[in-house]
């Protein structure tokens, strides 16, 4: 019995055995990561169906008529049409389950969400057609309870709502899409339901043959190469296993000796073992070398890091340094909740006037030009060019606190640099530019931030141009 043990615990057993369980649950978890990818890509475009089928229902939907729709019944031309056209549209998207028109409302009671029955046509357990009988519009129906707390979104311009509903064993994706008049006042919601079941089936049984023809495969592929390394593997990997143990690195006459010893194994099997050997082999070689120059190497890291992190031109942050810069903000925002900083966006102004005009040259010089007054302004914080013309500071502390006198001293530097006259064009220094704070309550990343001051850097861009037109 210990005689077997010994031998089931050899690297030509184990290995084997490893290589196959492990290939089989990566492949099983592989076609289980793929089969949760099938149904989340299949989910997303049966919704982006849904979406195009409402937008459509919408504008097909004319808002005045709801009214006359109700009070007709099916008795009017107008609302036969619409129905005839939802017919059309029904047929065009075959997973359509149900496609109707409701108007929303809340029970101030319960507080459930109420539809008025304006539109519905659905599908049978056979997949008929089955129209809104008369009996059936203006029926108040109660909506399933998942859409409880989104009522708000259901009636608000370009909040659409769906949700995966099981209702009687179905999977159903329902969309909701509200309708406003002319006067963006809510009117009702157009929504449809797509059915997953069959999605869902196909996927299984895609999944179930691959993951049969994945495995078959993966034995099949073990068992040759167990027949093939049992003869070119194992024993160099002996010979290379015995040398190495014999090792020492005491002095540099055993690391040489060590080097012989395994040049001395001589090993040529035609195969990746080769290329393990020679990289020992090599390795040992080098590990002297890399030891000596370790520190050189540092050096040259160092130096490395430091032209990312600056920009060539103005020697301000980089774009890389703003990017970790950011990130290391985001994580203090999670962390820290008496965190204070604010952002300013610059946008130099006219900078493609001055390269078509005078040549890229001077525009460098404007660039720097610019980049001067805003570190001449914020001397105590992080300056970074983002862009070829975009700067972007970071106020913390003394700056934050002094914030809004420094975006009154930038204002008034870059105003008299552009009023002076006296100078060349290119030496007539313009940006525009603005500045958000951070709000804890309702800023959750340092992107939110950024992009209200480049919406009030924008709002300032188009102030400047409406005053002073084009450039010169």
């Given at each position: 019995?210990?005689?077997?043990?010994?031998?089931?615990?050899?690297?030509?057993?184990?290995?084997?055995?490893?290589?196959?369980?492990?290939?089989?649950?990566?492949?099983?978890?592989?076609?289980?990561?793929?089969?949760?990818?099938?149904?989340?890509?299949?989910?997303?475009?049966?919704?982006?169906?849904?979406?195009?089928?409402?937008?459509?229902?919408?504008?097909?939907?004319?808002?005045?008529?709801?009214?006359?729709?109700?009070?007709?019944?099916?008795?009017?031309?107008?609302?036969?049409?619409?129905?005839?056209?939802?017919?059309?549209?029904?047929?065009?998207?075959?997973?359509?389950?149900?496609?109707?028109?409701?108007?929303?409302?809340?029970?101030?009671?319960?507080?459930?969400?109420?539809?008025?029955?304006?539109?519905?046509?659905?599908?049978?357990?056979?997949?008929?057609?089955?129209?809104?009988?008369?009996?059936?519009?203006?029926?108040?129906?109660?909506?399933?309870?998942?859409?409880?707390?989104?009522?708000?979104?259901?009636?608000?311009?370009?909040?659409?709502?769906?949700?995966?509903?099981?209702?009687?064993?179905?999977?159903?994706?329902?969309?909701?899409?509200?309708?406003?008049?002319?006067?963006?006042?809510?009117?009702?919601?157009?929504?449809?339901?797509?059915?997953?079941?069959?999605?869902?089936?196909?996927?299984?049984?895609?999944?179930?043959?691959?993951?049969?023809?994945?495995?078959?495969?993966?034995?099949?592929?073990?068992?040759?190469?167990?027949?093939?390394?049992?003869?070119?593997?194992?024993?160099?990997?002996?010979?290379?296993?015995?040398?190495?143990?014999?090792?020492?690195?005491?002095?540099?006459?055993?690391?040489?000796?060590?080097?012989?010893?395994?040049?001395?194994?001589?090993?040529?099997?035609?195969?990746?073992?080769?290329?393990?050997?020679?990289?020992?082999?090599?390795?040992?070689?080098?590990?002297?070398?890399?030891?000596?120059?370790?520190?050189?190497?540092?050096?040259?890291?160092?130096?490395?890091?430091?032209?990312?992190?600056?920009?060539?031109?103005?020697?301000?942050?980089?774009?890389?340094?703003?990017?970790?810069?950011?990130?290391?903000?985001?994580?203090?925002?999670?962390?820290?909740?008496?965190?204070?900083?604010?952002?300013?966006?610059?946008?130099?102004?006219?900078?493609?006037?001055?390269?078509?005009?005078?040549?890229?040259?001077?525009?460098?010089?404007?660039?720097?030009?610019?980049?001067?007054?805003?570190?001449?302004?914020?001397?105590?914080?992080?300056?970074?060019?983002?862009?070829?013309?975009?700067?972007?500071?970071?106020?913390?502390?003394?700056?934050?606190?002094?914030?809004?006198?420094?975006?009154?001293?930038?204002?008034?530097?870059?105003?008299?640099?552009?009023?002076?006259?006296?100078?060349?064009?290119?030496?007539?220094?313009?940006?525009?530019?603005?500045?958000?704070?951070?709000?804890?309550?309702?800023?959750?990343?340092?992107?939110?931030v950024f992009k209200r001051a480049d919406k009030y850097m924008y709002e300032y861009k188009q102030e400047f141009k409406k005053a002073n037109g084009s450039y010169?």
């Amino acid at each position: 019995m210990k005689k077997i043990a010994r031998k089931l615990m050899t690297l030509r057993i184990r290995i084997p055995i490893i290589f196959v369980v492990s290939l089989l649950i990566l492949g099983t978890c592989i076609i289980g990561v793929s089969f949760r990818r099938y149904e989340n890509i299949n989910l997303d475009k049966h919704v982006l169906m849904a979406e195009g089928v409402t937008r459509l229902m919408a504008e097909r939907l004319e808002t005045d008529m709801i009214d006359y729709y109700l009070e007709n019944n099916y008795s009017s031309e107008e609302y036969r049409n619409l129905i005839s056209f939802y017919d059309i549209l029904r047929d065009s998207y075959p997973d359509v389950r149900h496609m109707y028109v409701y108007r929303i409302s809340k029970d101030e009671n319960s507080g459930s969400i109420l539809g008025e029955t304006i539109v519905k046509i659905e599908k049978d357990i056979t997949g008929e057609v089955s129209e809104l009988g008369e009996e059936t519009i203006g029926d108040i129906v109660i909506a399933p309870s998942v859409f409880s707390d989104d009522f708000e979104r259901m009636t608000i311009k370009n909040e659409c709502v769906w949700h995966i509903v099981e209702s009687d064993g179905a999977s159903i994706v329902t969309y909701v899409r509200p309708v406003l008049d002319e006067d963006g006042n809510y009117v009702c919601s157009a929504c449809v339901d797509f059915s997953l079941n069959a999605m869902y089936a196909k996927g299984v049984d895609f999944i179930i043959e691959l993951l049969v023809v994945v495995n078959a495969v993966i034995i099949g592929v073990l068992v040759t190469i167990n027949l093939i390394l049992s003869a070119i593997l194992f024993k160099p990997l002996n010979r290379m296993t015995k040398c190495i143990e014999a090792f020492k690195f005491d002095s540099d006459e055993d690391r040489f000796n060590n080097v012989n010893s395994m040049e001395e194994l001589n090993i040529h099997v035609h195969n990746e073992i080769d290329e393990l050997y020679n990289a020992l082999v090599m390795s040992l070689k080098d590990s002297a070398y890399y030891m000596s120059n370790f520190n050189r190497a540092k050096t040259e890291i160092n130096k490395i890091s430091e032209t990312a992190y600056k920009d060539p031109l103005t020697r301000v942050g980089s774009k890389v340094a703003y990017d970790d810069a950011v990130s290391k903000l985001q994580a203090e925002m999670a962390s820290n909740p008496e965190l204070q900083f604010a952002i300013v966006m610059i946008d130099i102004n006219n900078l493609k006037y001055v390269n078509d005009t005078y040549g890229h040259e001077r525009g460098d010089e404007y660039i720097k030009g610019c980049s001067n007054i805003v570190c001449n302004i914020y001397k105590k914080s992080s300056v970074y060019r983002i862009g070829g013309d975009e700067f972007v500071v970071i106020l913390r502390n003394v700056d934050y606190f002094g914030r809004n006198m420094l975006i009154d001293d930038l204002e008034y530097e870059f105003e008299k640099a552009y009023e002076n006259k006296s100078v060349s064009e290119y030496c007539r220094y313009s940006a525009s530019f603005g500045m958000s704070d951070y709000n804890r309550t309702y800023d959750k990343s340092v992107e939110e931030v950024f992009k209200r001051a480049d919406k009030y850097m924008y709002e300032y861009k188009q102030e400047f141009k409406k005053a002073n037109g084009s450039y010169r």
